[in-house]
C-alpha cells in the first residue's frame, strides 16, 4: 500500500449521513492527498495538503472537508453524504509537491 | 482547464508483442510525467515517471517524453498477460503558491492476450 493506509475499506451510508474517510502514511512525506474515482470520469482531486497545517481545494471540493491531523494523518468528511458522492476514493502521499506520488488502497464508499 | 487524453482502448496486443500506450497533455508548461498501472478494484501503482525530453528506459518499460508535441507515451516490451490492465497517464504541473497538481487521463484498457 505504498505506506499509505485508508480507512474503512468498503462503507454503504444512507443520503444525509456524515462520514469521515481515514488516511495515515508511514513515510514521514509533507505531501498527502484525496482523490475520488468514477467509472468513466478518471481520478480527480478532491483536497490536497502541500504540509501539515495547510490544505487546498483540487478539482471537486465541493460536498467535502479535511483536516490535516498532523504530518501523519489527512481525513476526508463528508457532512451530508448523497448519492452522488458513491465513488471509490485514494488517498496519496508524496516526498514533496513535485515528486511521485503513492496511493492507498482505496475506500469504496455506497451512498443509497 | 488542464487536460490530459488517452485512448479508451481497449488496446488488445499478443503476448510477446511491444504495446504502445499514448498520451497528450494541454499544459505546455507542465513539468512532470508519470505512468500508472491500475488492476481491476485495484489502486494505481507508479511504474514509470519522466521529467526530461527524451527516452528512460526500465526493464520492459519505456517512456518518451516530446514535449513540443505535448506528448508522453508508454512501450512495453515482450508483453505478457499480467501486464491486462488499465494504463493510466498523469501530468503534473505547478498550481501556485508552492503546489503541485496531478491531472489524470481517464486510462487505456490494455489487454495482452496469450
Known amino acids: 500500500n505504498a505506506g499509505v493506509t485508508q480507512t474503512p475499506k468498503f462503507q454503504v451510508l444512507k443520503t444525509g449521513q456524515s462520514m469521515t474517510l481515514q488516511c495515515a502514511q508511514d513515510?514521514?512525506?509533507?505531501?498527502m492527498y484525496w482523490y475520488r474515482q468514477d467509472p468513466g470520469m478518471g481520478l480527480r482531486l478532491i483536497y490536497y495538503s502541500a504540509s501539515e497545517g495547510t490544505t487546498d481545494k483540487g478539482e471537486v471540493p465541493n460536498g467535502y472537508n479535511v483536516s490535516r491531523l498532523n504530518k501523519r494523518e489527512f481525513s476526508l468528511r463528508l457532512e451530508s453524504a448523497a448519492p452522488s458522492q458513491t465513488s471509490v476514493y485514494f488517498c496519496?502521499?508524496?516526498?514533496?509537491?513535485?515528486?511521485?506520488?503513492?496511493f492507498g488502497d482505496g475506500t469504496r464508499l455506497s451512498i443509497l | 482547464q488542464k487536460e490530459v487524453e488517452q485512448n479508451s482502448g481497449p488496446l488488445s496486443v499478443p503476448e510477446g508483442a511491444i504495446a504502445s500506450l499514448n498520451c497528450t497533455y494541454s499544459?505546455?508548461?507542465?513539468?512532470?510525467f508519470f505512468w500508472y498501472r491500475q488492476y481491476s478494484g485495484k489502486s494505481p501503482e507508479l511504474i514509470m515517471f519522466?521529467?526530461?525530453?527524451g527516452d528512460k528506459e526500465d526493464g520492459r518499460f519505456t517512456a518518451q517524453l516530446n514535449k513540443a508535441s505535448q506528448y508522453v507515451s508508454l512501450l512495453i516490451r515482450d508483453s505478457q498477460p499480467s501486464d491486462s490492465a488499465t494504463y493510466l497517464c498523469a501530468v503534473k504541473g505547478y498550481s501556485g503558491a508552492g503546489s503541485y497538481q496531478l491531472t489524470f487521463g481517464k486510462g487505456t484498457k490494455l489487454s495482452v492476450i496469450p
Open positions: 513515510m514521514n512525506h509533507n505531501s
Open positions: 519522466i521529467y526530461s525530453n
Open positions: 499544459d505546455r508548461g507542465s513539468q512532470s
Open positions: 496519496a502521499q508524496a516526498e514533496g509537491g513535485d515528486q511521485p506520488q503513492h
